[in-house]
């Protein structure tokens, strides 16, 4: 890694991996240490906070024009793992369908390979991020943050159900994003 990729936007990519395992361990605590309130307020945070990084990073990185191919790579990566981790305990905690995990992950897994693999035979370019993918992040970012807190906000709005409706838009987003950059790879490797 060059010191170029040593730099604010990075450190703050490298900020949202390390608070995986934060959000992940308020769960496995002891309970005489935090109520399950206590548990999903401390989880939330922490993934908004890191949604926040995401943003952050990206916009220090053109500004200051501190841009790598390390941070390239490692910003979706981050973004990959801290969505997947926190799935997967909403899944363990009931408040996400185990399709919907299924179709979310896989899709990552699934667009993850075929970038490689549109890298590998020099079309890396046909398959850029797309509006409906940008659109599918937000909405996800929106929704697991309102599955993650699980209660009742300003008592009278159901996190919970809010965060639902929101994660099944994101799956349908997601198969929809998913369809469209296989049918670019595809029609790309027609061309060549």
């Given at each position: 890694?060059?010191?170029r ?6 450190l703050?990519?490298?900020?949202r ?29 922490l993934?908004?906070?890191?949604a ?9 990185a ?11 790579f490692?910003?979706p990566?981050?973004d990959?793992?801290?969505?997947s981790?926190?799935?997967?305990i909403l ?7 185990a ?12 667009i ?7 890298a590998?035979?020099?079309q ?18 929106v929704a ?12 009278v ?9 929101l994660?099944w838009?994101?799956a ?5 994003s ?5 049918r670019?790879?595809?029609a ?5």
């Open positions: 890694m060059s010191l990729a040593l730099n604010l936007p990075t703050l990519t490298w900020a991996v390390a608070a995986i395992p934060l959000v992940v361990g308020v769960y496995f605590l002891p309970t005489d240490w935090m109520t399950l309130p206590e548990r999903n307020l401390t989880a939330t945070i993934f908004i906070l890191s926040i990084t995401d943003w952050l990073d990206g916009y220090l053109r500004k200051w024009n501190q841009t790598s191919a390390f941070g390239a490692l910003d990566v981050a990959k793992l801290m969505v981790a926190a799935l997967l899944l363990q905690l009931g408040r996400v369908d399709l919907v995990t299924l179709i979310i992950i896989g899709r990552e897994i699934a993850s390979a075929l970038r490689e693999w549109m590998q035979i020099g890396s370019r046909r398959v850029a991020v797309s509006y409906v993918g940008k659109v599918k992040t937000a909405v996800q970012m697991i943050p309102f599955l993650l807190f699980g209660g009742t906000l300003f008592g709005v159901d996190t919970v159900l809010i965060g639902q409706w994660i838009a994101a349908v987003l997601t198969l929809w998913m369809q469209y950059y296989f670019i790879a595809l790309g490797m027609k061309l060549t």
